[in-house]
């Protein structure tokens, strides 16, 4: 009688897991779970960061200005307890971190953040730099 051997392949789920995080490559799959960010500018006015925090809550989430850069947090702990399974305390984590470096011209004293279905959204106005000072250069003739 023949028997269907099945080799055991200890690496199995974490290949699977890399998989569904990174496809067969370095870079995140397409529908994969970690945050994206998006950093642009409107009209040269203003900076927009919006980052995409489907799974977390506003009181999650904090929005700092530090050394000259904009500073995106958003922390998530959760705890169940079920006196039905042998453990005590069941936590789970996630969290998310951004550091984008601020130019010059922006206004940290106007920022402004709105979280909304699952997306915050930070503005930051740029102020108006003082135009190059324009130096007259008079025409002298150098004699020897």
Do not use: C
């Not at 397409?30 to 980052?51: H, I, M, N, W």
Request: aromatic share 10%; no cysteine; glycine share 4%.
């Amino acid at each position: 009688m023949a028997r269907n051997l099945v080799r055991f392949d200890p690496f199995a789920e974490l290949n699977a897991l890399q998989k569904e995080y990174f496809g067969d490559g370095f870079l995140p799959a397409r529908g994969s779970k970690f945050p994206t960010t998006d950093v642009y500018t409107e009209d040269d006015k203003q900076l927009t960061v919006e980052a995409h925090l489907p799974n977390f809550a506003e009181k999650d989430i904090s929005v700092d200005v530090d050394q000259g850069a904009l500073v995106i947090q958003a922390e998530k702990h959760e705890k169940e307890e079920d006196k039905k399974k042998k453990y005590v305390v069941r936590e789970s984590s996630s969290s998310f971190y951004r550091r984008i470096t601020l130019p010059e011209q922006a206004d940290d004293s106007h920022i402004s953040a709105r979280f909304s279905d699952g997306v915050l959204k930070v503005v930051v106005p740029f102020k108006e730099l003082p135009a190059p000072k324009k130096i007259a250069i008079s025409s002298g003739g150098a004699s020897s």
